[in-house]
């Protein structure tokens, strides 16, 4: 374990590599402790894009190999995470919020917004086709305040995306503390 902060170029050099860079992630979104077998399932999940359930034995193992012989080690040399290869016992060290910026964030992201949008799309679709055939309430008249509504909900939808992916939101409004 380094004596020292990692500089932005030993970051970036460890951070370099995708699976160095999904350990770390796994290990905040579980508390920083995990074992080595859920990890190889998730990360080679994720390279394959599929459910950890769904990984096959060849997926697992090449994963399995690297992690042992030259990324834990590596995360462990550079003071990242504590790793006891005889317990397979992983654990994320303090100061994880200077590597934080080097993480890929798209893999904790676990909201269906393309169903949101979809379904929005959907019930746009069902109004404009309501209208066109001026089926029950929905006139030629109501179209365009229909329209507006959806088109406020599509804005809502996307705006809480938005807000969401980037946590740390600072207003461009705020003002300096005098």
Same mark, same amino acid.
């Given at each position: +374990?380094?004596?020292?902060?990692?500089?932005? !170029?030993?970051?970036? =050099?460890?951070?370099?590599? *995708? $699976?160095?860079?999904?350990?770390?992630?796994?290990?905040?979104?579980?508390?920083?402790?995990? =074992? %080595?077998?859920?990890?190889?399932?998730?990360?080679?999940?994720?390279?394959?894009?599929?459910?950890?359930?769904?990984?096959?034995?060849?997926?697992?193992?090449?994963?399995?190999?690297? %992690?042992?012989?030259?990324?834990?080690? +590596?995360?462990?040399?550079?003071?990242?995470?504590?790793?006891?290869? =005889? =317990?397979?016992?992983?654990?994320?060290?303090?100061?994880?919020?200077?590597?934080?910026?080097? %993480?890929?964030? $798209?893999?904790?992201?676990?909201?269906? @917004?393309?169903?949101?949008? +979809?379904?929005?799309?959907?019930?746009?679709?069902?109004?404009?086709?309501?209208? @066109?055939?001026?089926?029950?309430?929905?006139?030629? *008249? !109501?179209?365009? !305040?229909?329209?507006?509504?959806?088109?406020?909900?599509?804005?809502?939808?996307?705006?809480?995306?938005?807000?969401?992916?980037?946590? $740390?939101?600072?207003?461009?409004?705020?003002?300096?503390?005098?």
């Amino acid at each position: +374990m380094p004596e020292h902060e990692l500089t932005q !170029a030993e970051l970036f =050099d460890v951070f370099s590599n *995708a $699976r160095r860079r999904r350990t770390v992630q796994y290990l905040k979104q579980r508390g920083g402790v995990a =074992d %080595l077998a859920p990890l190889v399932e998730q990360v080679a999940a994720w390279e394959n894009e599929t459910d950890p359930d769904e990984v096959t034995r060849t997926q697992r193992r090449r994963v399995y190999i690297s %992690l042992y012989q030259t990324h834990l080690p +590596m995360l462990e040399e550079h003071g990242i995470v504590d790793w006891d290869p =005889d =317990d397979h016992a992983i654990e994320l060290l303090p100061g994880d919020d200077v590597f934080e910026p080097y %993480l890929d964030h $798209r893999l904790e992201d676990d909201r269906p @917004w393309h169903r949101l949008y +979809m379904t929005v799309t959907s019930l746009g679709l069902l109004a404009l086709v309501l209208s @066109w055939l001026s089926v029950g309430p929905l006139t030629t *008249a !109501a179209a365009p !305040a229909i329209a507006l509504a959806l088109c406020l909900l599509v804005l809502a939808v996307s705006v809480a995306q938005h807000v969401s992916r980037r946590p $740390r939101f600072d207003s461009p409004l705020s003002f300096a503390s005098r």
